[in-house]
């Protein structure tokens, strides 16, 4: 008999097997949905689909009476302006960070417990901080979301590229290369595919604090309806929003790992 | 004529003496081998010739001038893994050294630099036996073509010696026969000074005109750091350098045969 470690699927019995589980997570809730209406027909705690189409309607569809914007597209737009603006930060300044710190022992004595530092404290207990410095505005947010993510960030980056082989390194130097030109002709092209894997790594952690910061204080945004509907019990709102929040976060997991694969094929192992 | 010479080289790690009372000269245009048991300080040798490390006391010499702390063009090298750039092409791998010294604030050069400079390398790559590999990636080739590159990637600086530690340990050994017809015939055409680091003796008595053998000439079983290692063989062999000189007269009549 075969050991299971060595049945691999083919590539479309795979995706077969992979979509199997969610399929069975919405047909066990259209089944929980049903019955619990069957006894209460005004439930409002599993909506049924009908019940959240004709919800979002209203929001992705009809302006607001208040702000005539339609509150959906606005949510997403803020929520992702935010995101966006504190992945960009992040990213940038782990990548200059990260290979100062890899390149130079003396800037990683010197900085390196600074980071070390600042990453073992939880974020959100920064927050407050935050709210209190840089006001209720949109930095505060954007600030929490660089706080959170970026350390860590540092950290892989440096690591990264101190991990490079010293044969390499020393390599280079035979061959005339400056520090300068080590950074950027050696270090910086081998640390972009872990550039944008830590990238893909924070997406998670980036979207917690982002929706930590909006449902705190934020009068416009994914995290803010959530938890503003909260208050009349709207799952039906609810659950539809977090499964667009999962589809996002899905979607940019999928284009950083197409930028990966597509410029950098020679980290992917492509023949 | 000495080139690169050693004046009492020691190298201590605290209590642990490495190297003692080194005293070498390496002439212009030899091959040396270096072998000697685990630990007696061959790499660490190496790695005094590389700039990768400086002696606790006495001094290195490369033509008459004392030896930077730091690794410079003037010295090639090639180790036994991992000193090509994996996300660079083999062409590119080999331009690398021309654009540091062209181009040092962009690390690239453009144009007609450009195209002089990768004929030059494409020069190289046929050189080495990659002629039409130019364009693969380190990731899909075999060990022995990674090792020419290697190989071109350093010669294409015209460095003034060439430093090998243990090239050909993890080629297979056809490979690696492969590879000692090509060291020797790169060394012979291209007038090159080596020094190779070696764990096989018959490579280092086959491919060398001299081979060294460090070792410790004394041993403290109560304290084995106690004393360092030096070169305790030293052998040339009159044989290699007579057909040496044998082949360099008759360079002109026949290049290939003689191999």
């Not at chain 2, 190298?11 to 003692?20: A, D, F, R, S, T």
């Not at chain 2, 962009?106 to 002629?131: N, P, Q, S, W």
């Amino acid at each position: 008999m075969v050991r299971l470690v060595n049945i691999r699927p083919t590539r479309r019995v795979a995706a077969m097997l992979g979509a199997t589980p969610l399929l069975l997570l919405v047909l066990a809730y259209l089944i929980a949905s049903a019955s619990r209406h069957a006894l209460n027909p005004a439930d409002k705690i599993l909506p049924t689909p009908e019940a959240m189409l004709s919800a979002m309607r209203m929001l992705v569809m009809l302006p607001d009476a208040m702000t005539g914007e339609r509150l959906f597209w606005s949510d997403t737009f803020a929520s992702l302006q935010r995101l966006g603006i504190g992945l960009g930060i992040s990213t940038i300044s782990a990548l200059l960070a990260g290979l100062v710190l890899g390149l130079l022992p003396a800037v990683r004595a010197t900085l390196g417990p600074l980071v070390t530092t600042v990453a073992v404290i939880p974020p959100v207990a920064l927050l407050p901080i935050l709210f209190i410095v840089f006001g209720l505005g949109e930095s505060a947010k954007v600030a929490l979301i660089v706080i959170g993510i970026l350390p860590l960030m540092i950290r892989d980056i440096a690591a990264h590229v101190e991990a490079l082989p010293t044969e390499q390194m020393i390599k280079a130097q035979t061959l005339g290369a400056s520090s300068w030109q080590l950074a950027l002709r050696v270090a910086l092209p081998q640390v972009m595919p872990r550039l944008i894997h830590a990238v893909r790594l924070s997406l998670g952690p980036a979207w917690v604090f982002l929706i930590s910061a909006e449902a705190i204080a934020s009068d416009v945004g994914l995290g803010y309806r959530i938890f503003l509907v909260r208050r009349y019990l709207s799952m039906d709102i609810i659950l539809p929003y977090v499964a667009w929040i999962a589809l996002l976060a899905i979607a940019m997991d999928w284009v950083l790992r197409q930028i990966s694969q597509r410029g950098f094929a020679w980290a992917h192992g492509a023949r | 004529m000495s080139m690169l010479s050693l004046r009492n080289v020691w190298v201590e790690y605290g209590e642990k003496v490495v190297l003692e009372r080194v005293d070498l000269d390496i002439a212009e245009r030899s091959f040396v081998s270096i072998v000697g048991p685990s630990g007696a300080g061959k790499s660490t040798l190496l790695r005094l010739l590389l700039g990768q490390e400086v002696p606790t006391r006495g001094r290195i010499l490369l033509d008459g001038v004392p030896l930077k702390p730091e690794c410079g063009p003037d010295r090639g090298v090639v180790f036994q893994r991992y000193s090509i750039f994996p996300h660079l092409d083999a062409r590119h791998n080999v331009l690398f050294g021309l654009e540091c010294a062209a181009a040092p604030f962009t690390g690239r050069l453009f144009g007609r630099a450009r195209r002089i400079a990768l004929d030059e390398a494409d020069a190289m790559l046929a050189a080495v036996g990659l002629g039409d590999s130019g364009h693969v990636f380190p990731a899909q080739m075999s060990g022995g073509m990674q090792q020419r590159l290697s190989i071109a990637q350093a010669l294409v600086k015209r460095p003034r010696i060439l430093l090998l530690d243990e090239p050909f340990g993890a080629l297979d050994p056809g490979i690696r026969a492969d590879m000692h017809v090509l060291v020797t015939r790169l060394w012979r055409e291209q007038a090159l000074t080596i020094a190779m680091v070696t764990h096989d003796i018959s490579e280092a008595f086959t491919l060398a005109t001299r081979v060294l053998t460090l070792d410790k000439r004394r041993h403290d079983p109560h304290a084995p750091h106690r004393y360092g290692a030096t070169a305790v063989y030293d052998l040339t062999l009159d044989r290699r350098v007579a057909a040496e000189n044998a082949h360099s007269a008759s360079i002109t009549i026949d290049d290939n045969v003689n191999n």
